[in-house]
C-alpha cells in the first residue's frame, strides 16, 4: 500500500495565506501541499520568510488560512469554529515554541505547568499527578519537578516544554525552532526527547527550523521556499548498521506543478520555458533552444 | 528632523516613557515650588487679614514677675532691673517716646471723655481708663496676688475697711491681708486726694459698700502729668516707661514695664521657667500699621533673648497689644499647616514612589542597553553620571516652570530652592533606579538587604508614629512630623503586600488540589506579581491615604464650623433683644418658614445653694419640649426631665460644685426647692463659654414663683424664616435686638483666612492624590501586563478560552489593588488619629469643645465606594487585551 493510499495525519492542499502587514499585503503561503502520515517525525526547512512559521501557526489552530484546505487528524481546519478550534488545539495538538517564555508559565513549577493543559482539560487530581510524573520522568527532568521554569537549564526548559505539550496526549506535536536558543549539546537533547516522543507513543512530530543539521535527526525533511514546499529529503537505512542515505525529492502538486531546485535552474541557466520529453519511466528538461 | 547616523530611534513606548517621567519630575518639582508659595504668602495673607482687622495704635511689653523677695533684688534695684533689660526693650526705654499705652487688649482709638477728676484711674494692667467707682467697688480689676496686711494701711483706710467688713480691733483677732490695686494717678489728681507714691489709699465714694467685694485698697505706684485738661493714658508715657519697682519691703511684686511703640522693639523674650514659651510676632512695630509685610517679614525672624535673671518668673504673663492676636496668627498657622503638611508629604511621597515605579520600568526597557554598555567597559561612576545627566535634562522643564511660576507670582528665593531640592530628589531617584541590577533574579544578598531595609522602614515607621502620638503635637517644623505620613504609608505597603503574599500562599495552595484552573494560576500570577510592585503598591497606598486624609480633615473643618454655628445660635436662627415679649414670640412663631420656638427666660443673678455657699448664677428657663425640638437637628441636648415630685428638677453648669442633688434656689422673693437632675457644658445659643447657669422649667418656675415669666432675652427658631422679617419685628420691640442665623455663622467660619487656606490645599491635595492614585493603580496594573498577557496567550494556545484567561488576569491582579485599597483604609485612619491627637481644630472654627478629627459618613461611603471602583477599574485594564492566538501572524 503506497502512503496515498492511507488517511494523512496532516493535509494541506493548495494552502493560502494572505496578511496585511503595515498597510502591504504578503502572501505568506501560496498554494503550498503537504501530506504527513501518522507517526511521522518531519522537519521542515526553509529560509527566514519562507512562510514555515506561518504554516505551523495554522497547523495549530492559531492562524486560519486564506485559502486552500488543511486537514489536521481529521480537522478540518477553515471549517472550525471557535469552540471545536479550542478543542483542538487542548486535545489534537500541542506546541513547542522557540522561547520558553512562550511554552511555560514563569511562576509555576515545572510539575504544575505539565499540570495546567490538563486542569483545562478536566482531568482529575489523581491523573494529573500520574500523567506529570510518567511524562517528566520520561523526559528526564522529574528531579526539577518543583523548581520554576527559571531555575531549569535551556535543555530542560525546552523539555519541560515538550512535557507540558504532551499533558493531554496529542496526535500531533508541532514545534517552532524549538532549538534555536540552545547550544548544541542542549540541541541535542531536545531532538533526543523528540524522537523518544515520536517512538514512544506514536505522536506525530512536525518541527520547523532553519537548522540545517535536523535532516540529520528527522526521516523526513520538507523544504519550503517562496511559500510553497520545493523538495523533500528522504533519509532511509541504507544496507546493513546504522548507515544512512539521503535523497532529495521535488514536489509535485495535485495540479502537476513542480518546483526546480534553485540550484539546477541556475546550473542549466534555465529561463522562461523549458522544454519536457515523456520517456518510458521518467521526464526529460532541457533549457529553451536558443533558435 | 534628522538623526545621527547609527542611532536607533527610539520607540513609542520609549518616547512616551521619557515623557511621562518629563511630566512626573515637572509635576513635582511645580507643586513643590507652588505649595512652598502658596503656604507662605497664604501665611502672610493671614496674618495681615488679622492685624488688618485690629485697630492698634499702640502697644505694651509688659511682663509680670512674682515671688521676688527683697533680698533678691540688689541695692539699685530699679537701675539694675532697667540696665538688665534685654537692648530691644531697652531701646523704647531710652530714647523719646513715640507712644505708649499700658494694654493687655485693644486700645481704643478714641479715648472716652472724661466727666470730672478725678473718676478715672490709669491703674496699671488695664486698658485706658477706668471708671474710679468700678475700682473702688471692686468690680475692677483683679487685684491679682498683691495683698498687704491691713494692719499696714493707714489708719484712715484701715478703720473705713474693718468697718465694712465687720471687724473690730477690739476682738484680738490677726488682722486679714488684703488685695491692692497699682495704680498710677493723674497728678492733679493724686494732689487733690493728698497720696504719694507708695501710699496706700482706701477710698470711699458715692458706690462704697454696694459692691459683692470687700473694696480694693490702692496702691500709688507712680503720677504722671496730664498734657491738658483732658488728660489720656498717652499722657503717662514718661512713668510707665520706666521699670517700677516697688519700694515696699513687702512687696512681693516686681513689675517691669516697658513701653513699646518703637520700630526696634519685639517681643522675642523668652523665660527662664518657660523656655519653650515663645511669642514670634511682634506687630507693634509700626504704629501706624499700615505697613503690614514689615510686620510679616519680622514675625518670621525669630530670636531668642534672655531675660534677666534677677527676676525670677514662676507665672509670667507677657501682655502686648497685638500678643494675643499675634499668638493666635502663630497657632492657626500652626494648625493649618499642621493639617496641610500630613497631606502634602504624603501626597509628595506618592509622587515620588509612581516616578520611581516609572523610573524603573524605563530601566528595565534599557536594560540591554545597559548590560552592552557595561560590557564595553563603562565603570558605575561613569554610569551613574550619564543617567544623572539624563534626568537632570528630565527634570529641567519642571525646573523652568517652577522657576516661572515663583517669578510670575512674586514668590521669593527659598520658593524656588524648594522647587530645586525638589529636582534634585527626581534626578537621584531616576538615576539610581537605572542602576539596579540587570539581572532578573536578585541574589541573596540583594534579598537579605531589601528585607533589611524593609524592616527598619516598618520600625522607623512605628517609631516615628510613636513620637508623634507621644507628644501630641503635630509641630510643622520636626522632621519626625514631616517623614510620619510617607513612613507610614510606605510601611503598610510593605507589611500588606507580606501579608498579603502568606494569604495567596495558602489560598494557592488549598486551589491546587481543585480541578479549577483559574484560582490556581491566578493566586500564583498575583503571588508573582506581590513581590515585584512594592514601589507602585506604596505609591497607591501614599496617593490615597493623602486623599482620606485630606477628605477627613475638610470634614472636620465642616463638622467643627456647623458645630460652631450650633453653639453659637442653638437653633436655625436665635433673636436677642432685652425684654421680648410674648407678642414678639407669637409673631415669630408666626412667620413663614418657622417650624417652631422655643423662648428663653433669663435672670442674670439668682442664687443657688452649692457646696461652696449661696452662689450668684443666671438662671435660664424656658419649655424643655420647645427646647428639644429647635435644638434636634443639633449636636447638643438638653434634656431637662420633668417635675415628678415637689422639687424641680434642674440642669447645672459643670462648674457648680453640688454634691447632694437636693438644693435650693433663690428666685425673686421664693426659696425654691430644686433637684440637680443633671449637667450639661452650655445651653447653646444662649449661655456664654465658662458661664455659671441653673436651666428649669420655665412653667414650673413661673407656678412655683407664682411669677409670670413674660419677658425673655432669647428666642431659639427652627425653621427657614425670611431672616430680614425676623430682625423687623425684634428691633420693633428693640432697638439693641439682633439676629443671629446658624447658616451664616458656619458661613463666616468656613470663609475666614485661615480655613479658606487649609482647605484650599487639602482640595489640592485631595485632587492631586485623587490623580496619583489613579495613576499608580494603572501603573501597577500596567507593571504586570507582560506577565499577565504571556500567560493568557499561553493558556489560550493551550485551548483555555478567553473567559479562562480574563479570570486569571483579574485574580492576578485584582488582590493587589484591594490589598492596597484596605491598606490605604487602614493608613488614613492610623493619621487621622494622629491628627486628632496632634491638632486642634478648635482653634481654626472657634468651636468651644475639642473638635474631633473625624470623615463623615458620606465621605466613609465613597472611599469605599472608590476602593471597589479602583479594583473593579484594574480588572478591567487587566483584561483590556484579549489574549488571541489568531493575532500571532499579524503581530509578526
Known amino acids: 500500500m503506497s502512503p496515498t493510499d492511507t488517511q494523512p495525519q496532516i493535509h494541506c492542499d493548495g494552502l493560502v495565506r494572505i496578511y496585511k502587514r503595515k498597510g502591504v499585503e504578503v502572501v505568506a503561503l501560496q498554494g503550498l501541499d503537504l501530506r504527513v502520515e501518522p507517526g511521522e517525525l518531519v522537519a521542515i526547512v526553509g529560509a527566514s520568510g519562507s512562510g514555515k512559521s506561518t504554516l505551523l501557526n495554522i497547523l495549530s489552530g492559531l492562524d486560519a488560512p486564506s485559502a486552500g484546505r488543511a486537514v489536521v487528524a481529521g480537522h478540518d481546519l477553515l471549517a472550525m469554529g471557535r469552540a471545536e478550534r479550542r478543542q483542538y488545539r487542548l486535545r489534537t495538538c ?188 521518467h521526464i526529460q528538461i532541457w533549457p529553451e533552444d536558443p533558435r | 528632523m534628522t538623526r545621527s547616523p547609527g542611532l536607533a530611534r527610539p520607540s513609542l513606548a520609549d518616547r512616551g516613557l521619557a515623557s511621562l517621567l518629563v511630566l512626573l519630575c515637572a509635576s513635582l ?78 486700645v481704643p482709638t478714641v479715648l472716652p471723655a472724661r466727666p470730672a477728676v478725678p473718676s478715672f484711674l490709669t491703674v496699671a494692667g488695664l486698658p485706658g481708663l477706668e471708671s474710679l467707682v468700678e475700682v473702688v467697688d471692686g468690680r475692677l480689676p483683679d487685684p491679682g496676688v498683691t495683698t498687704v496686711s491691713v494692719a499696714d494701711l493707714p489708719a484712715p483706710a484701715q478703720e473705713a475697711y474693718l468697718a465694712k467688713i465687720g ?35 482706701a477710698l470711699s465714694g458715692l458706690s462704697f459698700g454696694r459692691g459683692v467685694r470687700p473694696p480694693a485698697v490702692l496702691r500709688v505706684v507712680g503720677t504722671y502729668e496730664a498734657a491738658d485738661a483732658f488728660p489720656t493714658p498717652l499722657d503717662d508715657a514718661d512713668t510707665a516707661r520706666e521699670p517700677a519697682i516697688d519700694p515696699t519691703p513687702d512687696a512681693r511684686t516686681v513689675r517691669a514695664t516697658a513701653v513699646a511703640a518703637d520700630p526696634t522693639t519685639v517681643l522675642r523674650a523668652t523665660w527662664e521657667a518657660r523656655p519653650d514659651l515663645r511669642y514670634t510676632f511682634d506687630p507693634a512695630t509700626s504704629t501706624s500699621l499700615t505697613d503690614t509685610d514689615q510686620l510679616v517679614a519680622q514675625a518670621r525672624e525669630v530670636e531668642l533673648q534672655s531675660w534677666p535673671p534677677l527676676a525670677r518668673s514662676l507665672d509670667e504673663t507677657a501682655v502686648t497689644g497685638l500678643g494675643d492676636l499675634a499668638e493666635q496668627v502663630v497657632s492657626q498657622r500652626a494648625t493649618s499647616e499642621g493639617m496641610s503638611l500630613l497631606g502634602l508629604t504624603s501626597l509628595a511621597a506618592g509622587g515620588f514612589a509612581v516616578l520611581l515605579a516609572a523610573a524603573v520600568v524605563l530601566a528595565g526597557r534599557r536594560r540591554t542597553t545597559t548590560r552592552v554598555v557595561r560590557a564595553r567597559g563603562a565603570g558605575v561612576r561613569w554610569l551613574l553620571g550619564q543617567r544623572a545627566g539624563e534626568a537632570l535634562l528630565l527634570t529641567l522643564p519642571g525646573i523652568a516652570v517652577a522657576a516661572g511660576v515663583v517669578v510670575l507670582a512674586g514668590g521669593e528665593a527659598g520658593d524656588l530652592v524648594v522647587g530645586l531640592v525638589t529636582a534634585g530628589l527626581c534626578v537621584a531617584l531616576v538615576a539610581l533606579a537605572q542602576l539596579g541590577s540587570s539581572d532578573r533574579e536578585q541574589s541573596v544578598v540583594q534579598l537579605v538587604i531589601r528585607d533589611a531595609v524593609q524592616l527598619v522602614l516598618v520600625v522607623l515607621a512605628v517609631a516615628s508614629v510613636w513620637l508623634v502620638w507621644r507628644r501630641g503635637d503635630l509641630d510643622v517644623s520636626d522632621p519626625v512630623t514631616l517623614v510620619t505620613a510617607p513612613l507610614v504609608g510606605a510601611a503598610a505597603s510593605v507589611v500588606a503586600l507580606r501579608l498579603l503574599q502568606l494569604l495567596l500562599g495558602v489560598l494557592r495552595r488549598i486551589a491546587t488540589r481543585g480541578r479549577s484552573l483559574a484560582p490556581v494560576v491566578g493566586l500564583s500570577q498575583g503571588l508573582a506579581l506581590s513581590q515585584q510592585v512594592v514601589v507602585a503598591t506604596s505609591a497607591v497606598v501614599l496617593a490615597l491615604t493623602a486623599a482620606g486624609v485630606s477628605v477627613a480633615l475638610g470634614d472636620s473643618l465642616r463638622a467643627a464650623a456647623e458645630r460652631t454655628g450650633w453653639e ?72 431637662l426631665p420633668a417635675r415628678t415630685g415637689e422639687a424641680m428638677p434642674i440642669l447645672v453648669s459643670p462648674d457648680l460644685e453640688v454634691a447632694d442633688p437636693a438644693t435650693e434656689l433663690r428666685y425673686a422673693t421664693s426659696l425654691l426647692p430644686v433637684e440637680v437632675a443633671g449637667r450639661v457644658d452650655r445651653i447653646p445659643g444662649v449661655t456664654a463659654p465658662g458661664e455659671s447657669f441653673v436651666a428649669i422649667d420655665a412653667a414650673a418656675l413661673s407656678e412655683a ?107 492576578g491582579v485584582a488582590p493587589l489593588v484591594a490589598v492596597a485599597c484596605l491598606t490605604s483604609l487602614a493608613c488614613g485612619g492610623l493619621m487621622v488619629l494622629v491628627a486628632d491627637r496632634g491638632l486642634d481644630l478648635a482653634g481654626l472654627t472657634a468651636t468651644q469643645d475639642a473638635v474631633r478629627v473625624l470623615p463623615s459618613g458620606l465621605s466613609v461611603v465613597l472611599a469605599a465606594a472608590l476602593c471597589v471602583g479602583l479594583v473593579v477599574l484594574a480588572g478591567l485594564v487587566a483584561v483590556r487585551r484579549p489574549h488571541e492566538p489568531l493575532e500571532r501572524t499579524e503581530r509578526r
Open chain 1, 94 to 281: 500541542g506546541f513547542v515554541w522557540q522561547r520558553s517564555g512562550d511554552n511555560l508559565v514563569p511562576y509555576l513549577s515545572a510539575a504544575e505547568n505539565v499540570a495546567l493543559p490538563q486542569r483545562l482539560g478536566g482531568r482529575s487530581r489523581s491523573e494529573r499527578s500520574q500523567r506529570t510524573g510518567e511524562l517528566l520522568d520520561q523526559l528526564g527532568i522529574a528531579d526539577v519537578a518543583d523548581e520554576r521554569p527559571d531555575a531549569l537549564t535551556g535543555g530542560q526548559q525546552q523539555r519541560l516544554a515538550v512535557a507540558v505539550a504532551l499533558a493531554n496526549g496529542p496526535q500531533v506535536l508541532f514545534c517552532d525552532e524549538p532549538t534555536g536558543d540552545l547550544d548544541t549539546a542542549e540541541s541535542q537533547e531536545v531532538y533526543a526527547a523528540l524522537q523518544q516522543v515520536n517512538e514512544t507513543h506514536g505522536t506525530t512530530v512536525v518541527i520547523v527550523t532553519h537548522d540545517p543539521t535536523v535532516t540529520a535527526e528527522v526521516r523526513r525533511t520538507v523544504a519550503i521556499r517562496d511559500g510553497r514546499t520545493s523538495s523533500e529529503t528522504l533519509r532511509r537505512r541504507a544496507g546493513e548498521g546504522e548507515h544512512h542515505v539521503a535523497e532529495e525529492y521535488a514536489v509535485l502538486d495535485r495540479a502537476g506543478r513542480l518546483q526546480l531546485p534553485h540550484d539546477f535552474v541556475a546550473a542549466l541557466g534555465l529561463q522562461h520555458r523549458v522544454r519536457l520529453e515523456l520517456v518510458d519511466d
Open chain 2, 705 to 811: 414663683a407664682g411669677r409670670n415669666l413674660t419677658s425673655y432675652d432669647d428666642i431659639l427658631i427652627k425653621g427657614s424664616p425670611d431672616v430680614t422679617e425676623v430682625e423687623r419685628i425684634v428691633r420693633d420691640r428693640s432697638a439693641l435686638g439682633q439676629v443671629r442665623v446658624r447658616s451664616e455663622v458656619e458661613e463666616a467660619q468656613l470663609s475666614s483666612p485661615v480655613v479658606t487656606r487649609t482647605t484650599a490645599v487639602l482640595l489640592a491635595v485631595a485632587v492631586g492624590s485623587a490623580l496619583v492614585a489613579g495613576f499608580a493603580v494603572v501603573l501597577l496594573v500596567t507593571l504586570g501586563g507582560p506577565l499577565r498577557r504571556r500567560t493568557g496567550t499561553l493558556l489560550v494556545t493551550l485551548g483555555g478560552d478567553l473567559r479562562q484567561a480574563r479570570r486569571v488576569s483579574v485574580l
Open chain 2, 167 to 201: 471687724v473690730d480691733r477690739g476682738d484680738g483677732l490677726p488682722l486679714p491681708d488684703v488685695e491692692v490695686v497699682e495704680v498710677v494717678l493723674e497728678e492733679t489728681a493724686a494732689s487733690e486726694m493728698n497720696v504719694e507714691i507708695g501710699d496706700l489709699v
Open chain 2, 29 to 106: 518639582v511645580v507643586g513643590a515650588t507652588g505649595a512652598s508659595l502658596w503656604l507662605r504668602s497664604t501665611a502672610d495673607d493671614l496674618a495681615r487679614a488679622t492685624f488688618g482687622d485690629a485697630t492698634y495704635a499702640a502697644t505694651q511689653v509688659k511682663v509680670t514677675y512674682v515671688e521676688v523677695g527683697d533680698r533678691e533684688l540688689p541695692a539699685g534695684g530699679p537701675e539694675a532691673v532697667a540696665a538688665a533689660l534685654p537692648p530691644a526693650v531697652r531701646a523704647t526705654v531710652d530714647p523719646e517716646p513715640r507712644a505708649s499705652v499700658a494694654s493687655p487688649e485693644m
Open chain 2, 568 to 639: 453659637q445660635v442653638g437653633a436655625d436662627v436665635v433673636a436677642q433683644a432685652p425684654g421680648l415679649e410674648d407678642d414678639t414670640a407669637e409673631a415669630l412663631a408666626g412667620l413663614a418658614g418657622v417650624e417652631a420656638t422655643a423662648p428663653v427666660f433669663s435672670a442674670p443673678s439668682v442664687s443657688l445653694s452649692t457646696d461652696l455657699g449661696v452662689e450668684g448664677v443666671r438662671l435660664v428657663a424656658f419649655d424643655p419640649d420647645a427646647m428639644r425640638e429647635v435644638g434636634a437637628d443639633g449636636p447638643f441636648r438638653v434634656d
